[in-house]
Nanobody
Framework: QVQLAESGGGLVQAGDSLRVSCAAS????????SAWFRQAPGKEREFVAA????????YYGDSVKGRFTISRDKDKSTLYLQMNSLKPEDAAIYYC???????????????????WGQGTQVTVSS
């Protein structure tokens, strides 16, 4: 099982950019679908972005499409989320997740992922 640890969250102003990272340990993310989710207080966990298991496809939530970019390093041990043009409604705890058995139709479903990090807080002031 892969272990995940997020970092890079913080307080930014609306319109700013921020990159959060997710370091994998125990094994790399090769062969895992890997994703970012977020959860704001009082709301359900929301899909943000994901790589397919092969890494050949990326998926984005409608609210972040065109502003956020998911990427990972060449050895597939670190997952990134570049967030541009941040809005106050982007404020949340951001979690990375990985799953070896995630199929395409379930890529946006948090229940499909077996490994989760502890989360990193992103706060956006208006």
């Amino acid at each position: 099982q892969v272990q995940l640890a997020e970092s890079g969250g913080g307080l930014v102003q609306a319109g700013d950019s921020l990159r959060v990272s997710c370091a994998a340990s125990g094994r790399t993310l090769n062969g895992y679908a890997s994703a970012w989710f977020r959860q704001a207080p009082g709301k359900e966990r929301e899909f943000v972005a994901a790589f397919s298991r092969t890494g050949g496809y990326t998926y984005y939530g409608d609210s972040v499409k065109g502003r956020f970019t998911i990427s990972r390093d060449k050895d597939k041990s670190t997952l990134y989320l570049q967030m541009n043009s941040l809005k106050p409604e982007d404020a949340a705890i951001y979690y990375c997740a990985a799953g070896s058995g995630v199929i395409t139709s379930e890529i946006r479903n948090p229940r499909a992922y077996s490994s989760w990090g502890q989360g990193t807080q992103v706060t956006v002031s208006s």
